[in-house]
């Protein structure tokens, strides 16, 4: 037996891994090697800014995390159910009809671990092997690893930059086939700021049913569309849509992990099922906060609307006049694309050379599909001091490179 | 168009979920109806006592909430990395140390949203379709789900009651086969509270180096062993040994959802793409109260052994003189596994009907596996005053029984 314990110990077996680990190696991860290289600079004290991720400089609402520490003394930090507190999933429920005008009670709502894990639940409880599951480019860098983790192949459906990233009805109708069991898509979309119309929800809706197709709609950045709400199908379609969002945008919670996903009664008892093995319940404290956080969401939302939108303004007027950076104004959210292909230079080349020069981390657009490896994603969504002097040190750079 | 959509709503289309979905349907669940039936009763104010979860009435330490408290109000409610964060890896990596002997960098370890958590992100990158992964019983409810999540097929190797429910190598031995890639198992085991020797470490040591298998230690009772540990093999086959556990336990944190995996590096990163996409990273007040609780750890965890303690002897002198009921004292941990068969009642039975007649919720051995099914689980980890009572009122329950 020794023997056997030292060969082990002095040359390590070729241990295997699942196939899985194949499918999440996440083909997106590149694209943040600018922003981590950013954050380690701003933590060495230099003067960078980081116009690369979407987590504004806002604090939580003072209720919210005020009930949270009210919870936490009164020792709230025991077991919850799988599914969260039906409290908590009715108040989600009513959000959810304030949204799309779908009734639903406790039994179409489940609480999770932020979007991106409801996504992840969604995804494995639709697909599996031999499947295939489409998704609508421009899209977010983790629904590659998040889409075939269940085993199933991503699809991916680009819109065109020349007409604005807007949905293709027709393209998408091509790429379904006899194993199309789902589309994925965000809207508003990060990065494009594409807020889908009615006319694109009902154009994705009839398709669903002469298919027999899931439609999950990602609506993270719905409370900071118009009104907090955006066009969805979801009461039209109650057996077939799914949908996913959270508090982390629209009440500035994105490290509190509370997320959800409304959908058919069926699918939330197989996610429930899921939730059990997966996470065994989450924090009753979290859940109490996230209570709160919806019973003040129209102010909450308001809050960060007004923020998004004055950001958006400010950077665009201080952009427009340079013709080697061309964008169309975001429908939502807290991001734009900038087409930077005038430049002469790549979005992946824009980012690097940017960053390198005037220390401003924007993410390479290439990181969200083929369709925008020509632009770059600037998060707006940051204190106005910090906004402006990067758009100064943007209008520097662009003005120092020669004509494409 | 109107018509596609109309006949969908009117009659649902037999809309399709992922394979995945049947391996998930909780082959325990029914053990769990007696205590949601009690904690029902419970809530409408009847006079139950609840035995059936391992949830003692003790708050997480204040400083632990505290620090959590400090950081909501600093405002640490945004992003984290998908790992946990350094600091943090790093106090893990020092309480395993502890326990382990194994010394371990950030790179071993990954936080993860509780050991449950961690034991569905090892089975998902540990082993697929076609794969054996074994599993020890008797086994906690949550397990053949977890395990068969990722594709698997779960084989049980039960230890007998005949013999304590002690490792019995020669059956494990007996049940590898070319396609086995994982053992798992948890000591101190829940429900029998039977902690693995050395040599019976040893000994699946030297099975998972013959056949190249990994061996997955779910260790969320270690701290409430005897010094706060159980023997490990971790330090003997660092590339083998996957050691699980969390702070639910050992610093009365349940409900936080605060645990981790160690590892090779090459499974962390592994488990890191899959975090990235499962939930895109966890709560950093959580993860700064979670650090303090890793520096109060010693105290902690001697307060939950001594109150552990206590009432198993509280428990085992109330009962032991009835002939009817058998029981091992528990190595550790807050269950105690009664042999109920001398009352003519199986594990089921006996719950329902100790339940019907005096209100005390147990729950049926046979959610653990065949191999329990003539037992009924006890937690004894609660306030004493209903503990006290839960004896006299079993005491009764038994006394009224007939002979068998």
Redesign the interface.
């Known amino acids: 037996?020794q023997a056997?314990?030292k060969?082990?110990?002095n040359s390590?077996?070729?241990?295997?891994?699942?196939?899985?680990?194949d499918r999440?190696?996440?083909e997106g991860s590149d694209a943040w090697q600018i922003h981590y290289a950013a954050r380690a600079a701003q933590e060495r004290g230099e003067n960078v800014i980081l116009l690369s991720?979407g987590?504004p400089d806002l604090?939580?609402p003072i209720e919210v995390?005020e009930q949270?520490?009210a919870k936490?003394?009164a020792?709230?930090?025991?077991?919850?159910p799988a599914s969260g507190r039906d409290t908590l999933r009715s108040a989600i429920a009513a959000l959810h009809y304030s949204r799309s005008g779908q009734r639903v009670g406790v039994d179409n709502v489940i609480f999770l671990?932020?979007a991106?894990?409801a996504l992840?639940t969604a995804s494995?409880?639709?697909?599996?092997?031999g499947?295939e599951v489409i998704a609508l480019e421009p899209l977010y860098p983790?629904y590659p690893?998040?889409l075939e983790?269940?085993?199933?192949h991503m699809v991916r459906v680009a819109s065109s930059a020349a007409r604005g990233f807007r949905l293709e009805l027709a393209d998408l109708e091509a790429a379904i086939t006899t194993r199309t069991?789902a589309i994925f898509f965000a809207t508003p979309n990060n990065p494009s700021g594409v807020v889908f119309s009615e006319a694109d929800m009902?154009g994705i809706?009839?398709l669903a049913?002469?298919h027999?197709l899931?439609v999950v709609c990602d609506e993270v950045y719905a409370g900071l569309a118009p009104q907090g709400r955006v066009p969805s199908i979801a009461a039209?379609?109650?057996?077939?849509v799914v949908t996913v969002s959270s508090l982390s945008k629209s009440h500035?919670?994105?490290?509190?992990?509370a997320g959800w996903m409304v959908g058919?009664k069926?699918?939330i008892a197989?996610a429930e099922?899921?939730a059990?093995?997966?996470?065994?319940?989450?924090?009753?404290?979290?859940q109490e906060a996230a209570i709160t956080a919806l019973q003040v969401a129209p102010a909450a939302e308001s809050r960060i609307r007004e923020y998004c939108a004055k950001r958006r303004n400010l950077l665009i007027a201080t952009l427009k006049d340079l013709p080697k950076l061309r964008f169309n104004a975001p429908d939502a959210g807290m991001f734009i694309l900038i087409d930077v292909s005038a430049t002469g230079l790549s979005g992946q080349n824009f980012a690097r050379q940017l960053f390198a020069a005037e220390g401003v981390a924007v993410l390479d657009g290439g990181a969200f599909g083929a369709s925008t490896q020509d632009f770059v994603r600037v998060c707006f969504a940051t204190d106005e001091t910090s906004l402006r002097e990067a758009c100064t040190r943007i209008r520097r750079f662009v003005n120092s490179l020669g004509t494409a």
């Not at 390590?12 to 680990?21: N, Q």
């Not at 020792?75 to 919850?80: A, E, F, P």
Request: charged fraction near 15%; include cysteine; aromatic fraction near 8%.
């Open positions: 037996m056997d314990l060969s082990s110990k390590p077996l070729p241990m295997k891994f699942s196939p899985l680990v999440i190696t996440g991720v987590d604090d939580t995390t949270a520490i936490l003394r020792g709230d930090t025991h077991y919850t671990a932020g991106q894990n992840f494995l409880c639709l697909a599996g092997p499947d983790s690893a998040m983790v269940s085993g199933a069991r009902l809706a009839q049913v002469r027999s899931w039209t379609l109650p057996e077939q500035a919670m994105p490290g509190w992990r058919p069926s699918l197989h099922a899921l059990m093995c997966m996470l065994f319940g989450l924090p009753g404290f979290v």
